[in-house]
């Protein structure tokens, strides 16, 4: 079992950063796939970037220009650098944890994005 918190989230105006952290306990870190997700209102949830145990990365077309995924396995704690952020990102930031058929999720962070 992996419990998953995350911080960061925040209102920002556009242009701006976030960084968003997502702290893991209960399991060895650094054997599982690591991500978030988001999710708009009246929107379906979508992948925004993933981190193997690997170090493999792949990141939403939408954001690969702006967005940054890492992760410290010594920390156990996987990060989203959220760069030039508009107003098309806000959302709730998931994180997720994934390891054969096993995902668990945070309870979310919200990343508003306004003027």
């Known amino acids: 079992q992996v419990q998953l918190v995350e911080s960061g989230g925040d209102l920002v105006q556009p242009g701006g950063s976030l960084r968003l952290s997502c702290a893991a306990s209960?399991?060895?870190?650094?054997?599982?796939?690591m991500g978030w997700y988001r999710q708009a209102p009246g929107k379906q949830r979508e992948l925004v970037a993933l981190?193997?145990?690997?170090?493999?990365?792949n990141v939403a077309d939408a954001v690969k220009a702006r967005f940054t995924i890492s992760r410290d396995n010594v920390k156990n704690t996987v990060y989203l650098q959220m760069n030039n952020l508009k107003p098309e990102d806000t959302a709730v930031y998931y994180c997720?944890?994934?390891?054969?058929?096993?995902?668990?999720w945070g309870q979310g962070t919200q990343v508003t994005v306004s003027s």
């Open positions: 981190i193997t145990s690997v170090l493999t990365t």
């Open positions: 209960g399991s060895i870190f650094s054997i599982y796939d």
């Open positions: 997720y944890a994934r390891r054969e058929k096993y995902t668990y």
